[in-house]
Structures are given as structure tokens and as C-alpha cells.
Nanobody, 114 residues
Framework: QVQLVESGGGLVQPGGSLRLSCAAS????????MGWYRQAPGKQRELVTS???????YYADSVKGRFTISRDNAKNTVYLHMNSLKPEDTAVYYC????????WGQGTQVTVSS
């Protein structure tokens, strides 16, 4: 059973930066495409970025140029570097495969507010 543990969220002012981490256990992490998803209050969970096992990336238009996804297969970890954060980035952030195959972790809350 794969377990996903997200961390690194917090409260940040508009224009600020955060780095999220997601550690996966119990799987052959490197063979999967991985993604970061987010769910804002009252909205559906959405995929914001993903990275293939070969390192190719996808970004939603809303985060393109501001967010960067990366992965460290040796550590079974995927990262999300978020810059120029906006209030509309406020959400709980989750990682999972893309498309989703595993159970969700607990997520990490990101709040962008002055």
C-alpha cells in the first residue's frame, strides 16, 4: 500500500514563495508519472502540474511560469517550488500519480494572504 506524505505548506504573503515536498513509500516510485493537485474551498480538486518518469513536465495555465515541479527518484520524493504566489493559489495541495492511481495523502495547506 503506497503512502503519500505532503509537507511544506504554510501561510505566505502575496508574491512569496514556498517549496512543497511529497514522499512516497511502498512503491517503485520512479516508474510513475507524478502530479501535484490542489483543492480550494468549494472547488473540485484539480491537477496543476505533473512530471513524467522521464522528466517531461506539464503546467496548468494558472501556474505556468510561477511553479516548478521536480522529482528525486532516489528519495521517492516529488517537489513543488511555488513563486509569485497569489491569493487564488490558496488550497490544500496533494501529490499523486498522473492519472491518479493511489489513495490520497493528508495534503498540505497553502494560504496566500496579507
Amino acid at each position: 500500500q503506497v503512502q503519500l506524505v505532503e509537507s511544506g505548506g504554510g501561510l505566505v504573503q502575496p508574491g512569496g514563495s514556498l517549496r512543497l515536498s511529497c514522499a512516497a513509500s511502498g512503491s517503485i516510485f520512479s516508474i510513475y508519472n507524478m502530479g501535484w493537485y490542489r483543492q480550494a474551498p468549494g472547488k473540485q480538486r484539480e491537477l496543476v502540474t505533473s512530471i513524467t518518469r522521464g522528466g517531461n513536465t506539464y503546467y496548468a495555465d494558472s501556474v505556468k511560469g510561477r511553479f516548478t515541479i521536480s522529482r528525486d527518484n532516489a528519495k521517492n520524493t516529488v517537489y513543488l517550488h511555488m513563486n509569485s504566489l497569489k491569493p487564488e493559489d490558496t488550497a490544500v495541495y496533494y501529490c499523486n500519480t498522473d492519472p491518479r492511481e493511489w489513495s490520497w495523502g493528508q495534503g498540505t495547506q497553502v494560504t496566500v494572504s496579507s
